[in-house]
């Protein structure tokens, strides 16, 4: 028996048998009881959406695979004995695993259909640079606030580049 699916069959096979298993998953995990069933959970989760975006080669489910491994890996890491940090640095670890979710989602994207997307490291380098000012604190948090504050004078800027590079070919 040779059986061919097509894109659109295909894609709604892994559909299917991706919505089963996380539901399976979700009501699992409503009766078992641990310490790390979120890290599993969003862990699981994320395979699915990976696996799900290799085989219906859809990168746009990549997103979801790496925002959720970020966030599985940071509260893994959160919860080891390893990480036994005040509030802060916690705080720090958390949101630096995030921006390693979202360069993941590149990796993935770029693996799966050979298409580079620069978005997500851009949301990974925003995070990190977060990330790390809120684990290193002291000066590194005062720096953040001041570039928290600042940062709308970047859109003025290359609003003004814009404008400036549209009347100077009109002048040409």
Known sequence: ????????????????IALIVIGIFAFAAQFLRSENMAVVILGGLA?????WGFVARNGGLF????????????IWL??????????????GLMVLSIA???ALITILWYLALQELHWW???????LAFVGAAIWIG????????VVGQAWPLILVIIGGI??????????Q
Not at 47 to 51: D, E, Q, T
Not at 78 to 91: D, I, K, N, S, Y
């Open 1 to 16: 028996m040779n059986t061919t699916f097509s894109p659109q069959q295909r894609s709604g096979l892994v559909g299917g």
């Open 47 to 51: 395979l699915i959406f990976a696996v």
């Open 63 to 74: 997103v979801p695979a790496g925002i959720l491994t970020g966030v599985a890996a940071g």
């Open 78 to 91: 959160v919860q080891t004995t390893m990480f036994q940090l005040a509030e802060e640095p916690r705080g």
């Open 100 to 102: 390693g979710g979202f």
């Open 120 to 126: 997500p490291l851009v949301v990974a380098a925003i």
């Open 138 to 145: 002291g000066t590194a948090l005062e720096m953040l606030t």
């Open 162 to 171: 814009i404008l400036w590079r549209a009347f100077r070919r009109q002048a």
